[in-house]
């Protein structure tokens, strides 16, 4: 790496770390690129040099706290424990990490994750890493007789990631709610997915209508 390229990576970094600061001290609503700006102490110019929209810096924040996160909950995972208790395991990760900062989170989340595809380039690819790392997991389950072959491992993973988001979003909405709770309400969730609420009946009903 080039010493130009290094202090380019420098002042990405300076901006972050002044972004987190700011996020966690004021809330991102009340933060400017300014502000971030005069704490990283660069020009406002270099700030969108590197991120062209605070919701841009929004979402490399968010995406570079949960890659930390769940390269944890992957290095922490029982190898051998079953397919939902792995699942659950990432899930405790990462409602304890958000749990740190609900607010702040909330937000991020908020102004970042429900953006058109090409706003969130980082996010995209991590759902994307995150699709194919779990539907690997269930493609696993599926040669050693756990998960039924006809099951689509990637439409499985993306389920799950359902279930997993409607419980996180209730989470950070609701300040009572500890991860226990969230942890409980998701098992629920995932077990009923995993086995069904109609009869045979009525699916093979469902399928010829």
């Known amino acids: 790496m080039s010493r130009r390229e290094t202090t380019?990576?420098?002042t990405r970094q300076l901006i972050l770390d002044a972004a987190r600061k700011l996020f966690q001290k004021k809330g991102p609503e009340l933060c400017t690129m300014r502000d971030i700006a005069r704490e990283a102490g660069v020009s406002a110019a270099s700030v969108v040099v590197h991120f062209k929209s605070k919701t841009a810096l929004l979402e490399v924040a968010l995406y570079e706290d949960i890659e930390r996160?769940?390269?944890?909950a992957v290095t922490t995972m029982p190898r051998d424990a079953a397919l939902l208790a792995r699942l659950m395991h990432v899930a405790e990760v990462m409602?304890?990490?958000y749990d740190g900062n609900r607010e702040l989170y909330r937000v991020l989340i908020r102004d970042t994750a429900f953006e058109a595809e090409?706003?969130?380039?980082?996010l995209t690819r991590q759902?994307?890493?995150?699709?194919?790392f779990f539907g690997g997991m269930i493609e696993q389950e599926k040669e050693r007789g756990i998960v039924r072959p006809e099951i689509d491992a990637r439409i499985a993973a993306a389920s799950f990631f359902s279930l997993y988001f409607s419980v996180l979003m209730e989470f950070l909405r609701t300040p009572h709610m500890t991860v226990n709770m969230a942890l409980e309400r998701l098992a629920l969730c995932a077990n009923q997915h995993l086995t069904g609420i109609l009869t045979h009946e009525e699916m093979n009903d469902g399928r010829s209508a």
């Open 118 to 122: 090409g706003e969130n380039p980082y």
């Open 95 to 97: 409602y304890s990490f």
């Open 8 to 10: 380019k990576q420098e």
């Open 69 to 72: 996160n769940i390269a944890q």
């Open 127 to 132: 759902l994307e890493g995150y699709l194919t």
